[in-house]
């Protein structure tokens, strides 16, 4: 959320701009207090009000690999401080981390200008109205992978450097514009209650060639546009009387995104996807907490949602590229035709009590459920559906209600449970936070694409498919230490922060495609079993200002990147280090120098696999001369992304 906005589908959202007041993460499924419904959690920014006196802040970086930033954000107070002006420009910049061989452009850059304005008007202390509006121009070069294979038929070699590539494909140039306005207003119109408005329509623009193998060939090339655009408006009604406070509130959604890709293989076959997916959503929520006494609160809320998603879905085969990405040639094959509709509702509760003896130990428990909607999958082949409804047609035969059934796909839900205890020990010296949860999730949405032959053609399609059960169990530990007072001089406070984390992630039943029950052969992607990090800093004042000293150590245990084991492409566990020295010579003036990822390690991020696999191990399939098997192109595909390599940064800033 930025500012209390869900952005339904955020192709460029840049938050180094803004002057954030706090950052809110809030776990489990939400929904009952605001905004969309949320399934596994919630981030939101909270950017600050504006000064209530003239001011002006300057902040500028340089660093590895040419990293140069520049923010300038300010403010002025208008008519006794009832209206008031504020702003904010930014420009991010850094060369690549490496470089494509083919075209010369620089891997892994940035580009990216971006802007703010803000409008705040309180005509007294039971009335507040904000408008503020963003513009973000990202020109970043397109992102290329690294083959961690030779080419296949080619038999180019592995580069040495993982940010280096050679993909051929450049056009269309990478190029995304994203905006948004929104109004807030919030009035009081008697002590025990508030009210709240928030309208906004956001819009984004991006064009983005995808070179999946990675080389000068065509061979699985994919020049894409994205449009999306959202309207929303949401309305809260806060009661505060007493022992008793709540909310109700109602939300709206209208949004809509258009997707339109080639996907380029060998012999100038293309298949082109064109799809126009709308989103209507409605919800009425509410969330109520009453304290028993001092020691004793309730909390009981719900969320009624309902769901219309509209789909168009397009799929031409052409001999050299489509009419969007500059052919002029009709399409030889259509294998998809379709418009649909799904709707959806559902009730989902949640509910906690919490017990608090004193003022320095708290214990809860809470119960709640989240759901995401369905939809159909945009990528789907129409013609690839089987005759699922017996009448002996299927797809390829033009059977609508097989097509339907075939690229759609249900609405997931999960019922989570959590206890959990926090304290403030040792005259605060010491804060704690302990939870531990057990969710139950029901119809999985399962993401995937493969390569498969259609007619006689070789293909892309899309595979998103409902898992039916999962579970995740965890466990979280999270706290803050003072270490010493007063350490080496008066005034030092030396503090150690750390979280640590660890889940039990796993399928109870996964239906495969052959139809045999294989939970216990997939893994929950992304998800590593262990997670921590711990934060030493030392803070001692200095004439006016103070000198901030701090290092980061942060694990992330091993992890797959689909659910079937992918060798050279899942992550094994690693540990990452940063650190940041930041002098306040006094309320003008700050320096600082900030490393990330100090020792340089090296590891995937993301990737792309389109080599056959064994369905139950993983293992790669091998032909007769013991070479890998493509399933999409000619010389296969499996690509990895990196996270940033070691970069160190030098940053002042001035404040008046």
Not at 2 to 19: K, W
Not at 497 to 519: C, F, H, N
Not at 610 to 619: H, K, P, R, W, Y
Request: proline share 4%; aromatic share 12%; no cysteine.
């Amino acid at each position: 959320y930025l500012d209390d906005v869900y952005p339904n589908r955020p192709h460029a959202a840049v938050l180094d701009i803004y002057d954030v007041e706090r950052i809110e993460v809030l776990r489990g499924p939400q929904g009952t207090l605001y905004g969309r419904n949320t399934i596994g959690g919630a981030i939101k920014y909270v950017t600050k009000r504006l000064a209530d006196v003239p001011s002006l802040t300057l902040r500028g970086s340089y660093g590895s690999y040419n990293q140069a930033d520049g923010v300038a954000s300010g403010s002025v107070p208008l008519w006794d401080g009832k209206v008031k002006l504020g702003g904010a420009i930014a420009r991010l910049s850094r060369d690549g981390f490496g470089t494509n061989l083919t075209t010369g452009e620089e891997n892994y850059n940035k580009d990216i200008w971006a802007g703010r304005g803000t409008l705040e008007i309180e005509p007294s202390s039971d009335a507040f109205f904000r408008v503020t509006g963003d513009y973000t121009h990202d020109r970043t070069n397109a992102r290329g992978g690294h083959r961690l294979i030779p080419g296949l038929v080619s038999r180019i070699p592995v580069l040495a450097n993982v940010f280096d590539t050679r993909g051929g494909l450049n056009s269309p140039r990478q190029d995304v514009v994203a905006w948004g306005i929104t109004g807030f207003g919030e009035v009081h119109p008697a002590d025990w209650l508030t009210f709240r408005s928030i309208t906004s329509y956001r819009q984004d623009d991006s064009a983005t060639p995808i070179d999946f193998d990675a080389l000068p060939a065509v061979d699985v090339d994919v020049p894409a546009f994205y449009n999306n655009n959202q309207f929303s408006q949401e309305i809260q009604f806060l009661v505060e009387t007493g022992g008793f406070n709540g909310l109700i509130g109602a939300y709206y959604l209208d949004a809509g995104s258009r997707t339109v890709f080639d996907v380029r293989l060998p012999g100038t076959v293309t298949a082109l996807t064109f799809v126009n997916v709308r989103t209507d959503t409605v919800a009425v929520f509410g969330g109520f907490t009453y304290d028993l006494n001092d020691i004793f609160s309730v909390s009981a809320g719900g969320r009624y949602t309902w769901d219309n998603r509209r789909s168009q879905i397009q799929r031409n085969v052409f001999l050299g590229a489509s009419p969007f990405f500059g052919g002029t040639t009709n399409p030889i094959v259509r294998q998809t035709d379709f418009r649909g509709t799904l709707n959806f509702k559902q009730f989902t509760p949640r509910v906690s009590v919490s017990f608090k003896p004193n003022a320095n130990n708290t214990l809860y428990a809470s119960y709640a459920e989240g759901f995401k909607g369905g939809g159909f999958d945009p990528r789907g082949v129409g013609t690839a559906a089987p005759d699922l409804n017996g009448n002996g047609r299927g797809g390829a035969l033009g059977d609508q209600d097989d097509i339907f059934n075939f690229l759609s796909f249900d609405p997931e839900d999960v019922r989570t449970y959590e206890i959990g205890y926090k304290a403030s020990l040792f005259d605060r010296r010491l804060n704690i936070a302990f939870s531990a949860f057990h969710s139950d999730y029901r119809n999985v949405q399962i993401p995937g694409s493969v390569g498969i032959v259609v007619g006689g053609i070789q293909t892309f399609a899309g595979i998103t498919t409902n898992a039916g059960l999962a579970q995740i169990r965890g466990i979280e530990f999270e706290g803050n230490a003072l270490l010493a007072k007063n350490f080496g001089t008066p005034g030092g406070r030396v503090n150690l922060a750390w979280t640590v984390g660890y889940l039990d992630a796993k399928y109870k039943s996964y239906i495969d495609s052959r139809g045999l029950q294989v939970a216990n052969r997939r893994a929950v992607q992304n998800t590593p079993d262990w997670t921590a990090s711990a934060t030493l800093g030392y803070d001692v004042p200095i004439n006016d200002g103070s000198l901030n000293l701090g290092a980061t150590v942060s694990y992330r245990g091993d992890s797959q990147q689909f659910e079937i084991p992918t060798a050279m492409l899942d992550q094994p566990g690693f540990a990452l280090f940063d650190a940041n020295a930041v002098w306040t010579i006094n309320k003008t003036f700050s320096v600082g120098l900030h490393g990330r990822n100090l020792f340089d390690k090296r590891y995937i991020a993301a990737g792309y696999n389109f080599l056959s696999q064994n369905a139950d191990t993983g293992v790669f399939n091998r032909n007769a001369a013991g070479n890998f098997i493509s399933t999409l192109g000619a010389d296969g595909v499996l690509t990895a992304y990196y996270g940033n390599p070691r970069q160190v940064t030098l940053t002042a800033q001035v404040k008046f």
